[in-house]
């Protein structure tokens, strides 16, 4: 477990416990198995680092082959517990196509931060899932600002640009 003192919020006394990192935790093993994926050996080693230094996962940097069910468990775990901390996503090479990105983009208009970065390079990303981003990333939206936006890559052709351009 994570030392109390980083676990808390604020570090006022009687301010409630921050269990956001613990929960993503339990939430994506179920959903690992839900969605009959393996649990990133990424984020296990984020979840390690945390449960010995008390430091929450601030950053999904992914290089891992996870496909869109791997991307769809972790950010379906994110969104259960409306995970407060989180600061980037670059996901490369993790072949998270269109489902995936419609999970990230779910989690974005639910996302109680802004998030400086989303990358989603070389992950067989198609017009649709341009769709996806512009409609999330749309002005008037709930969903917070992205400030970076990478789609290096990608094979989503002129109509993919039409579609993020008609979102944003």
Known sequence: MAPKKAAKKG?????EE???????????????????????????GQFEKFTEEGDEIKKLHMWEELGWPGV??????LKMVNYPH??????????CEDEGVRAICEFLKACPSP???????????????CEF????LSPGKLCPPVCILKLDHNNFGSKGMNNLLAGL
């Open 11 to 15: 570090g006022k006394e009687g301010d």
């Open 133 to 136: 981003i512009g409609k999330a």
């Open 86 to 95: 989180l600061l980037s996503i670059r996901l490369w090479k993790t072949y």
């Open 18 to 44: 921050d269990l956001s990192v613990e929960n993503f935790w339990k939430n994506y093993k179920k959903k690992c198995v839900e969605y009959n994926c393996d649990v990133s050996k990424i984020i296990k």
């Open 72 to 77: 769809k468990a972790i950010v379906d775990s």
């Open 115 to 129: 998030l400086l970065c989303l990358e989603l390079l070389d992950n067989k990303v198609t017009h649709l899932g």
